[in-house]
Structure formats: structure tokens, C-alpha cells
């Protein structure tokens, strides 16, 4: 059984940084490439960025490079985001997902089978 466990989340001020975790379990956190998305009230899911097996290749939306970082240690089952610069247009829930090999770059949510429960980000202006 595949699960995602995000924490992190919160209240933060504009300008201000969070780091989001994505706990994972159930099958072999090293073999599966890894990928954020959010969704804000009233609008649909959209990429965030995505991550390789190894870490090694990182993909992000126009909207978060040079602000946000994803990162992962296998060692540890966990994937990371580090979110700095934040604006109140990034409010939403913060989903990870995981995606199986031979799925590409990851931009399309389609390209993940399993996916956490979200936790919700708050960035007052």
C-alpha cells in the first residue's frame, strides 16, 4: 500500500520561506520519479515542479524557478520543497505524487499514480 504523508504547511507572511516534506512508504521511494502540484480555491491542479529517481534532474513551472527548490533523500523516503520569496498568489494546498518510471518529465498530473492528502500553504500579504 502506497502512501504520501505531506507536512509543512501553513501560515507564512509575504516574502517569507516554507519547506514542505512528502513522507513515503509502500513501495521503492528510489525507483519513482516525484513531483509537486497545488490547486487554489476555484482554479484546477497545476504543476509545481518534478524530480527524477535520483534526484538529479529537476523540472519547475515558470512561475516558481528561481523561488522554489525540490529536493529529495532516498535514504530517507522523503521529497522536499523548499518554497522562498513567497507571494499570496502561491496560497493553495500542496499536493506530492509519485510517478512511475517511463512517465517523462512529470508536467502532466495524468503521469502520477499515487498521490498524498495535500497540505495547505497561506501566504498573507
Known amino acids: 500500500h502506497v502512501q504520501l504523508v505531506e507536512s509543512g504547511g501553513g501560515l507564512v507572511q509575504a516574502g517569507g520561506s516554507l519547506r514542505l516534506s512528502c513522507a513515503a512508504s509502500?513501495?521503492?521511494?528510489?525507483?519513482?520519479?516525484m513531483g509537486w502540484f497545488r490547486q487554489a480555491p476555484g482554479k484546477e491542479r497545476e504543476f509545481v515542479g518534478s524530480?527524477?529517481?535520483?534526484?538529479?534532474?529537476?523540472y519547475y513551472a515558470d512561475f516558481v524557478k528561481g523561488r522554489f527548490t525540490i529536493s529529495r533523500d532516498n535514504a530517507k523516503n522523503t521529497l522536499y520543497l523548499q518554497m522562498n520569496s513567497l507571494k499570496p498568489e502561491d496560497t493553495a494546498v500542496y499536493y506530492c505524487?509519485?510517478?512511475?518510471?517511463?512517465?517523462?518529465?512529470?508536467?502532466?498530473?495524468?503521469?502520477?499514480?499515487?498521490w498524498g492528502q495535500g497540505t495547505q500553504v497561506t501566504v498573507s500579504s
Open positions: 505524487a509519485s510517478r512511475p518510471p517511463g512517465y517523462g518529465l512529470g508536467y502532466s498530473s495524468t503521469s502520477y499514480d499515487h
Open positions: 509502500g513501495r521503492t521511494f528510489s525507483s519513482y520519479g
Open positions: 524530480i527524477s529517481w535520483s534526484g538529479g534532474t529537476t
